[in-house]
């Protein structure tokens, strides 16, 4: 996991960290002899709290394992993930500190006279969504079809695309963090927006269906801050919509 985001492939640490925390839980219920009931429990826990110690987000750990790991809604399920997910969140800012992963300042609400905007927004994102989704799993189709290509050797593909990339578009590199933080803070033009956007997504495409591991979740924060930035500047220029609403619309 750390070569692969380290070395720059399109992914985020959210992946890995979910499933250390869920070899974690598996292992203490291995080492402490727990019957079975009981290691379901410790593996989803270890899930959550390693989504919460990523990101320091102790309540999308716990929804995370009642959406994604269990797909209903159980009090006990609940009770231990927010238990790990909390206490997991605590050690992680004893040692790192307390700070937003995206720290966006100065930001002016919205007037409730541009909520059609946001609509709008939400039907665009909500079809490249879904564009993302389908092409995620072609792009796995691919390459299950190289048979030539042995399955260790896959990654190899988005790494060599890294080594090129660093030296014509650095932008896309990592999970994108730092991509955010410029959007944010820097004047980005709308034709460099439009290509970041185009080539991240094809990217992030390469590096999660080679196999490598990482997650999606951070690309995808990325992916759609990207298509927020590119709607509020096109509005911007066609409907003379304040630039400090840019910011609102980005984090939408």
């Not at 598996?26 to 989504?51: Q, V």
């Not at 709308?190 to 956007?197: G, H, P, V």
Request: charged share 10%; net charge positive.
């Amino acid at each position: 996991g750390i070569l692969a985001i380290g070395s720059g492939l399109s992914l985020g640490r959210e992946g890995p960290s979910i499933q250390i925390g869920a070899v974690v839980g598996k292992g203490y219920c291995s080492i402490f002899k727990r019957i079975k009931l009981e290691e379901k429990f410790l593996i989803t826990s270890g899930a959550s709290a390693g989504l919460a110690a990523a990101f320091n987000a102790p309540l999308a750990g716990v929804i995370f394992s009642l959406e994604e790991i269990h797909k209903n809604f159980s009090p006990v399920v609940l009770t231990s993930a927010l238990t790990a997910s909390i206490t997991a969140d605590f050690i992680s800012k004893y040692f790192f500190g307390l700070k937003p992963v995206f720290d966006i300042q100065n930001i002016s609400p919205l007037p409730l006279s541009h909520y059609h905007y946001i609509i709008l927004l939400g039907i665009i994102l909500g079809v490249f969504g879904t564009i993302f989704n389908k092409s995620l799993l072609k792009t796995q189709d691919l390459y299950s079809m190289m048979k030539w290509l042995p399955s260790q050797m896959k990654p190899v593909l988005p790494f060599i695309t890294a080594g090129i990339l660093g030296f014509v578009l650095p932008q896309v590199l990592g999970g994108g963090h730092e991509l955010i933080d410029s959007m944010i803070h820097e004047n980005l033009s709308l034709k460099l927006l439009l290509l970041i956007l185009l080539v991240k997504f094809l990217f992030t495409m390469l590096s999660y269906g080679s196999g490598a591991p990482g997650g999606i979740f951070l690309p995808l924060l990325v992916l759609g801050a990207l298509a927020g930035s590119i709607y509020g500047n096109a509005l911007v220029n066609m409907f003379s919509l304040n630039p400090d609403y840019v910011k609102n619309l980005i984090i939408l």
